[in-house]
């Protein structure tokens, strides 16, 4: 049931942009997206929940693709405060006790360099 | 607002021991969930509690329990710890913990088993 994000680490210069990517074999019914730092808990950035849907956060953004049960997440003109590791948190379709149970992938590592 | 709490924050203890780890969600969230995060990994979800009932449980042996108080708080239990017991407890609070609404996660337990 873990979603498999891609890719595993991306080094960026400041102001370029990066796609991180996730993919389920399950049917998803949302996909939601965290920032960890180093020693610190997981930020929530977005969630994502209708077939097609897209949101944006200033200049990071996401789209949900329900029929190919992948998601993505861009970051454009990456800051030097995008560092950190990112994560994708899968449900399911399968509602009842799969009810707020987010799976989550591996992280993509993404580290921006002046 | 005050965010999630956790309590404590860092733990040692040795294989066999008991332990037991707090969590004080968001004034007016009534769901908690538990997640395990290995290093390297992403969460790992363990619990989820909704108006003091157990509403799913990840695959974790029966060493693992938890519970949650009136006031929403949770605790979760951690018997006859190992080695591979060594983690980042992470807590999240949601609204109702439906699967369309963001969970904030607390800052975590950092549990060494020696």
């Known amino acids: 049931q873990q979603p498999v994000q891609s890719p595993q680490a991306v080094i960026l210069r400041e102001g370029e942009d990066a796609v991180i990517n996730c993919s389920s074999s399950?049917?998803?019914?949302?996909v939601h997206w965290y920032r960890q730092k180093h020693g610190e808990a997981p930020v929530f950035l977005m969630i994502l929940l209708k077939g097609g849907e897209q949101k944006g956060h200033d200049k990071i953004s996401a789209s949900f693709n329900e029929k190919k049960q992948q998601s993505s997440l861009y970051l454009t003109a990456s800051q030097l405060s995008y560092s950190g590791t990112y994560f994708c948190?899968?449900?399911?379709?399968?509602?009842?006790?799969?009810?707020?149970?987010?799976?989550f992938g591996r992280g993509t590592q993404l580290t921006v360099w002046p | 607002d005050a965010g999630v709490t956790q309590s404590p924050t860092h733990l040692i203890k040795t294989r066999g021991q008991h332990v037991t780890l707090r969590c004080s969600p968001i004034s007016g969230h009534k769901s908690v969930s538990w997640y395990q995060q290995v290093l390297g990994q992403g969460p790992q979800f363990i619990f989820q509690y909704y108006e003091k009932e157990e509403r799913g449980r990840g695959n974790f042996p029966d060493r693992f329990s938890a519970r949650q108080f009136p006031n929403y708080s949770s605790e979760l239990n951690v018997n006859a710890l190992l080695l591979g017991d060594s983690a980042l407890y992470l807590c999240?609070?949601?609204?109702?913990?439906?699967?369309?609404?963001?969970?904030?996660f607390g800052p975590g337990t950092r549990l060494l088993v020696l």
């Open positions: 948190g899968t449900e399911s379709k399968d509602r009842g006790s799969t009810l707020g149970r987010l799976y």
């Open positions: 399950k049917a998803l019914y949302s």
């Open positions: 999240a609070s949601s609204l109702s913990g439906g699967a369309e609404e963001t969970q904030y």
